[in-house]
Nanobody, 117 residues
């Protein structure tokens, strides 16, 4: 069965860190570029970070640049998002996405990140 499964979301204090994981099942991950998105209550889903198929190219939203790091391990069929210096405005459900030219788009079910004191 083709699916993406996120994990690692949690409740954390401001200034804290979390690492999210996204595991791919049922398809070859290295054929897809990958992205992390997030959606806060009452807001549109926004792109957080993207990574190329090989991992040699990354891109970040301005509001997470320097705090978040996207990476992937194709041998483990897994993508990561290391989040440091977390802020309350980072609170959202985080989703991973697999995409590529001419390929179907896959989304995971999301993992909740809450930043609060």
């Amino acid at each position: 069965q083709v699916r993406l499964v996120e994990s690692g979301g949690d409740l954390v204090h401001p200034g804290g860190s979390l690492r999210l994981s996204c595991v791919a099942y049922g398809f070859t991950l290295d054929r897809y570029a990958m992205s992390w998105y997030r959606q806060a209550p009452g807001k549109e889903r926004e792109l957080v970070a993207s990574i190329s198929r090989t991992g040699d190219s990354t891109d970040y939203a301005v509001n997470v640049q320097g705090r978040f790091t996207i990476s992937r391990d194709n041998a483990k069929h897994t993508m990561y998002l290391q989040m440091n210096s977390l802020k309350p405005e980072d609170t959202a459900v985080y989703y991973c996405k697999a995409h590529g030219p001419g390929r179907p788009i896959y989304y995971g079910q999301g993992t909740q990140v809450t930043v609060s004191s």
